[in-house]
C-alpha cells in the first residue's frame, strides 16, 4: 500500500525535533552534527535568535496578504539585494524551482519585446540541476528527472559540462539565454572556473545573450562571497536565488538587471504567496547579516580551515576519499567508496553530510559553524571512515 506520504524520497531513518546552531537533535537526544544545513538552506544555523525574533514578531503582526498591496518587508528585502548586487529589480518566490520558471519566462519576453520572437532557446550544461518544475527538468534535461514526463518544455539546448567549442557551435539566431550554475551542487559540486564564467559573459555580450545564473545553492555566502559569480568578477544578466536566502522559511527571488526585465510589466507574472510578510522579514535579517564583509571574512577564514583539515582526512584515508574540491562552505569529497556508504557510516558518528553526482559528498555546513564544530566534523568524518575501512 502506498504511504500516506508520497513516496519520491527514499528517507534516512532520522528524525529530529529540534536545532541549536550546527547541530540537529533526535526525540531520545542524539545530537548531530548538521553539515547538510537542509541542503544549503539553514544559513545561519538552526534556530537562529534574530531570525527567530524576526520570524516571531512577524507572525504576531500579519501573515499574508497577497500582492495585490504594497508589502513593506519585501519592498526592504528588494533594496537590499538591489543595493548589495548587480540587479535593478526583484522578484519573489517561494523555491528554487519558481525562480527558474521566471528567469525562463523573462529571458524570452525580452527578446520578443525587442522584436526578436525567435530567439528563444536556452543553452544548458550536463549536470545541471534547476529543479523538479517542467521547465527545471526540461532546463536540466537528464534522463533521472525527465523520463516519463513528456512532452517536456522545448527550446533547451544541453551541452557537455565544459567544453567551449560545443558552446560556441550551438550559438545561433535562436539563442535567448545561457543559464548555468557557477559552482553545480546536485551535480557534484563542480565548481565552473573562473575564466569559463568571464568566457561565458563575453559570449554573451558578443551575441545580446542573456547570462541567468543559477545561484540557488552557491549564492548568498555559502563560497565566501554574496554570490559566487563575484569571484570571477563578472555579473549576469538574471540571477536565480532560493534556499540560504530563507535561512530555513521558504523563499526564492529572481534578480535581474532593467534591461533583462523589461518585458515583464505588469500582470505578466504572478505568485499568490511569493515575497509575503513572513519570508521577506527573515530574509531581510539573513541579508543583513550575509552581506557584512566582517561575516564573509569568517566564511572564508572558516572554509580554508575545513578543507585543509579535509585533505588531511583524505590523506589518512586514500581508500574512502579521494578528492576535496568546491569553493567556500560548499565542498564536496569525492569518494572512492560508494558514497551512500559514506553518508550512512556519518549517521552512526552523528554527522550528517549530503550525496551528489559523481559520487561525492556535500559539505554544506551552516554559515556559522565554529573552529570547534569544524574539529569535530573532522573527527566524526575519520571515524566513519574508519567504519569503513
Ligand atoms: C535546489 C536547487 C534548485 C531548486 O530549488 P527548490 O527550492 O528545490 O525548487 C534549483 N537550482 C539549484 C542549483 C538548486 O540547488
Redesign the pocket.
Known sequence: MISSVLPTYARAPLSFVKGEGSWLIEADGRRFLDLGAG??VNALGHAHPDLVAALSEQAGALWHTSNLYEIPQQQALADRLVEHTFADTVFFT???????ELAVKMARKHHYDKGAPERVEIITFDG??????AA?IAAAGSEKMTKGFGPLLGGFVHLPFGDHDALTAAINDKTCAIMV?PV???GGIRPLPDACLKGLRDLCDQHGILMIL?????GVGRTGKLFAHEWAGIGPDIM?V??GIGGGF?L?AVLATEDAASGMTAGTHGSTYGGNPLGCAVGCVVMDTVSSPAFLAEVNRKAGLLRQKLEGLIAGHPDVFESVRGSGLMLGLKCKATNMDVVNAGYAEEIITVPAADNVIRLLPPLTITDAEIDTAVVRLSAAADALS
Open positions: 541542503i544549503a517561494n523555491s528554487g524551482t519558481e525562480a527558474c545541471s540541476f534547476h529543479g523538479r518544475s527545471g550554475e553545480q551542487g546536485e543559477d545561484e540557488v545553492q552557491c536565480m532560493a534556499k521558504p526564492g
